[in-house]
């Protein structure tokens, strides 16, 4: 919205020509969404005590998570209001890409939403079934990506190519067929998103590796789209050039900070949870933000923790299926090295510290190739 002040104001010198910087309009939505929900988190988690609308707990989780009975849960919902919200304020909203952005973002909250309603009605963790779920995440998808790759991918000079970390372009490139490309983006951000959902087991777990790839992939979508003093910078930093996308910086600078403003409540011992609604719509937005600025293999190492959190999760399925044995205590690992006696705190700290590490490495890899 102060984005229009700008361009109602045109080369005229005055005050709203800082609405023109995304740097500054990041910075303000970081600093919209991290207040929003300081100054109203309280009052959403006594609403929630209120109605009783606590987390329900598996019988077969960890002993220590019994005691997490009946905190208030689905605070996830003002999360992505919060966003919305600072996006709504801060983004140009002539970009295609944050409206593609918010869709995915939003769909992916009402699925959590509906999923999160369900466990609270039946006293259970059933939730939506599996089926239902992917279904709608996919579908919705889908969908997504076929308005984008017919009205706005070929306008933003945007390609099928699959670029490696630590790799120049020159050196190796993978080209997929458009088709291919779809599949490939689809499953990129249905995986993140269910990744991120599996990661939200304990306080401040999930939300803490979404602040710091929120954050990153600030700086990514600036770089891959920013144009300084009349010189591309993605083109000195060899990355693949997509106009237009560096506006979504704005978009995961509002996370970051709606992120920042979640953790104050959701740190050890948490007085709410995100639920579905918050955890699958920011993995969501996370996966989004990947295909669109062509980071989709870096956001390997910049969600690493999710992936590892993901393949916990398979590895111990199908080991199971197929030779009646666990490899892991309890899946996802972090339940794992609950049941090996590690403080829960421990375990996200230590969780935190790799995420910042994978982030680093991840910006490395954009200049050290």
Not at 88 to 93: A, D, G, R, S, V
Not at 140 to 161: I, K, Q
Not at 308 to 337: C, D, N
């Amino acid at each position: 919205m102060f984005y229009w002040l700008y361009e109602l104001q045109g080369a005229t010198p005055g005050v709203f020509r800082l609405f023109g910087s995304p740097v500054f309009r990041a910075i303000a939505a970081l600093a919209t969404a991290l207040v929003t929900c300081l100054v109203l988190y309280p009052w959403l988690i006594r609403q929630l005590q209120l109605k009783q609308i606590g987390q329900v707990i598996r019988d077969d989780g960890p002993e220590s998570h019994f005691a997490k009975r009946g905190t208030p849960t689905m605070g996830g919902t003002l999360l992505v209001i919060s966003v919305v919200g600072a996006c709504l304020l801060w983004c140009n909203l002539n970009n295609p890409f944050v409206w593609l952005t918010l869709v995915i973002t939003v769909i992916y909250a009402v699925v959590g939403f509906l999923d999160d309603f369900l466990k609270l009605h039946h006293k259970n963790t059933g939730g939506l079934s599996e089926r239902w779920k992917i279904l709608t995440q996919v579908g919705s998808v889908a969908l997504v990506m076929w308005y984008f790759f017919v009205y706005v991918a070929p306008e933003a000079g945007y390609d099928t190519t699959l670029n490696f970390p630590f790799v120049k372009p020159e050196t190796f490139q993978l080209i997929l067929p458009p088709w291919g490309y779809a599949i490939f983006a689809g499953i990129t951000i249905f995986a993140t998103s269910t990744a991120c959902n599996l990661t939200d087991g304990l306080d401040g777990l999930a939300i803490g590796p979404t602040i710091v790839s929120a954050t990153t992939f600030s700086i990514i979508c600036y770089l891959t789209g920013a144009t300084l003093f009349g010189f591309q910078v993605a083109d000195y930093l060899l990355l693949p050039r997509v106009e237009g996308v560096d506006e979504l910086a704005v978009f995961c600078a509002a996370m970051a900070g709606a992120g920042i403003g979640f953790l104050w409540f959701n740190m050890y011992p948490a007085m709410v949870f995100m639920g579905d609604v918050g955890a699958l719509a920011l993995g969501g937005a996370l996966g989004a933000v990947a295909v669109f600025s062509k980071q989709e293999l870096l956001s390997v190492i910049v969600h690493g923790i999710f992936v590892v959190e993901f393949l916990s999760v398979i590895i111990q399925r199908y080991s199971f299926r197929w030779t009646g044995k666990r490899v892991f205590a309890m899946a996802p690992i972090h339940h794992h090295f609950e049941k090996k006696g590690w403080p829960e705190s421990r375990i996200t700290v230590r969780f935190w510290i790799i995420s910042v590490m994978l982030a680093l490495l991840a910006l490395a890899s954009i200049k050290v190739r």
